[in-house]
């Protein structure tokens, strides 16, 4: 199966400031997703990470708290921007292939902002 | 949009009980439904998931059952480990779109 390496697994940040996260898959994916998922919450989906192009963002998410880059198949960041107390929350990376079901997610970033 | 609710939020069993957790859709259009475990401390990890033109399909101690005409769909564990505390999220999708919707996670406890 995949290795996703997500980076940094944790971080503890002040507020006012940005991080940025990293998401690199060993092999090529047909699609990355950044996911966040808020204390005792559910999973819910940020932006799709295009190849090349524009991430496309879901509802109550915007490009520029959220920028999204993914240059090739296999290397996509989010950065948090400007960040909040309320923007702590753990953010996954997530990946599909065109050959098989399902996403398989990264470990994870758990982000606390103070 | 697509509607995915679950049931318990938490559960206890004990060591080799059965432990059984639901969800329920509301766009019949979705055909794809897969379960994720999340460890403490980790990202979700598929165990187990089903097609819509398959109504159960097991893997060693998990089982999956998807009734479409109720858009209901369960997790089965059977003889369970510690090594199952975990918390477990349901999703629907249409395989060829983008968007998974998940369940708001069930947290099993397995109390040896």
């Known amino acids: 199966s995949a290795v996703i390496s997500q980076k940094p697994s944790r971080d503890i940040c002040q507020r006012g400031t940005s991080l940025t996260i990293q998401c690199q898959v060993d092999?090529?994916?047909?699609?990355m997703f950044w996911y966040r998922q808020q204390p005792g919450q559910s999973l819910t989906l940020i932006a799709t990470?295009?190849?090349?192009?524009?991430?496309?963002?879901e509802s109550g998410f915007v490009i520029d708290k959220f920028p999204i880059s993914r240059p090739n198949l296999t290397f996509s960041t989010l950065t948090v921007s400007n960040m909040s107390p309320e923007d702590s929350s753990i953010y996954l990376c997530?990946?599909?292939?065109?050959?098989?079901?399902?996403?398989?997610f990264g470990s994870g970033t758990r982000l606390t902002v103070v | 949009g697509e509607n995915v609710e679950q049931h318990p939020s938490t559960l206890s069993v004990q060591e080799g009980d059965s432990a059984v957790i639901k969800c329920t859709y509301s766009?019949?259009?979705?055909?794809?439904f897969p379960w994720y475990k999340q460890e403490l401390g980790k990202g979700p990890q598929l165990i187990i998931d089903i097609r819509s033109n398959v109504g159960e399909k097991k893997d060693q101690r998990i089982a999956v059952t998807l009734n479409k005409t109720a858009k209901h769909f369960s997790l089965h564990i059977t003889e369970t480990q510690p090594e199952d505390s975990a918390v477990y999220f349901c999703?629907?999708?249409?395989?060829?779109?983008?968007?998974?919707?998940f369940g708001t996670g069930t947290s099993l406890t397995v109390i040896p």
């Open positions: 766009d019949s259009a979705s055909n794809y």
């Open positions: 997530s990946v599909s292939y065109r050959d098989r079901d399902g996403y398989t």
């Open positions: 990470a295009n190849q090349g192009s524009e991430a496309t963002y």
């Open positions: 999703a629907a999708s249409i395989l060829t779109g983008n968007q998974f919707y």
């Open positions: 092999s090529q994916v047909t699609m």
